[in-house]
């Protein structure tokens, strides 16, 4: 079984920023492709980010793009920590962001579905206030 721990969330005023950490553990064979996700209130979730489990690519959603940056958290050599750093923030992003884990995808590719993920954090708000 893995376990996803997400942090750093919380409430920012629009045009700031928030930097979001996940973390893998229970499963040290493999490195998982990881991604975000979020889910605003009364909306369907949507896909975020994603960077595969070598770090080579990294997706984004359009609504994202040039604001949000994912990357492999250097500090751990496994690959199973991820960084969302969020930049130029607007009430559009809040929603509870959820991190996934793909056990499945390839060294240099990764899916933006959510029913490809294996595994899922317990979510963090993020909360952007205009």
């Known amino acids: 079984q893995v376990e996803l721990v997400e942090s750093g969330g919380g409430s920012v005023q629009a045009g700031g920023s928030l930097r979001l950490s996940c973390a893998a553990s229970g499963r040290t064979i493999n490195s998982p492709a990881m991604g975000w996700f979020r889910q605003a209130p009364g909306k369907e979730q949507e896909f975020v980010s994603v960077i595969t489990w070598s770090g080579s690519r990294t997706y984004y959603s359009d609504s994202v793009k040039g604001r949000f940056s994912i990357s492999r958290d250097s500090r751990d050599k496994a690959k199973k920590a991820v960084i969302l750093q969020m930049n130029n923030l607007g009430p559009d992003d809040t929603a509870v962001y959820y991190c996934?884990?793909?056990?499945?995808?390839?060294?240099?590719?990764?899916?933006?579905?959510?029913?490809?993920?294996?595994?899922w954090g317990q979510g963090i708000q993020v909360t952007v206030s205009s």
């Open positions: 996934a884990a793909d056990y499945g995808a390839g060294s240099t590719w990764a899916s933006t579905i959510a029913a490809d993920y294996d595994y």
